[in-house]
């Protein structure tokens, strides 16, 4: 019989699975009555092996949950961190998941997230929660708010509310808006059973409706000379940032964020338009950041200093362009706020996370 531990290792490895996550997106975890096993932050769910796992003391965790947390956003965030810091057992050193004591608000003992572009037609449209309410009635709901910490209690309140409303029960499936979802269960089975229902439905509903249920296939790359000039203003624009370009034929991006992990490899906004010097550095006075992700009338540019980066970001703007015509099933896409896109950007853990992955 396999253990807890190799259990959701091949869970990780399932869920990690191109139609369920991108890049180092989606976290998972078992548990016992004192120890949660939490995926490392910063690595990818196909490439956790069961001794990979943090293991945190699940009393020191719950801490958190009753922290006198000061209202500044950057202190709340040092403080949350040591005490998730603390909560580490020393045999398995490392940084936990951020979304950790989500993991362990779910009595079950495995619980799987993910960020399935599937779902997120949905998560990310003005018509999300309506529609779930509608076609997944058992699962539990939660309009959007900041990662970590703020999330974390959110969830809490939102499980236990569930659980007095359900007769203790507590919900297998819960969507976050604009992010993606969580599946608990008590065995791998159950887990299964959970994101197959899901899946069967969303793509029952988007064939129904002519949208795309697989990647929309790319549009030919830009003839090769008008990829040599375009790297050329970027590389003369964006310097070491622009040491990789990956160019693909042009599609219709998003206008904002989707989602915490589409701004995170992609950045807040895609440049739209033809390509000079004086246009980008308005784009970024604008802004305030260089963008990574040019979309002109012929190709999509993706720019970073490594490989990884660039194919990254490139990655991230096509699935982002991929969700907006999901959302047209639900009402159209809905961005991140104004000021969720700015926590996210200030947000020391994603950026951690951005340099490891
Ligand atoms: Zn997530």
Known sequence: MQTALETIATLSHEFGADDYVMGGGGNTSCKNEVTLWIKPSGTTLQALAPDRFIAMDRARLAGLYTLAAPPDAAAREALVKSVMEAAVLPATPGRASVEAPVHDSFQARFVVHTHPTLVNGVACSLGGAAFVRRRFPDALWLDYCDPGYTLSLHVREALADYRRRHGDREPQVMWLENHGIF???????????AYAAVMET????????????APPPAPPPPAPETAAAAERV??????????VVVAQGPVACAAGPVSPDHLVYAKSFVYEGLLTADAIQAFAARRGYLPRVFSTPDAIYACGATATTASRAMAFAVNAAWIRQLARACGGVQYLSDAARRFLENWEVESYRAKQS
């Open 183 to 193: 599946v608990a269960g008590d065995t791998a089975d159950d887990i299964r059973a």
């Open 234 to 243: 970027l590389r003369d624009t964006l310097g070491a940032e622009a040491a």
């Open 202 to 213: 969303l793509q029952a509903f988007y064939k129904h409706l002519g949208l795309p249920t």
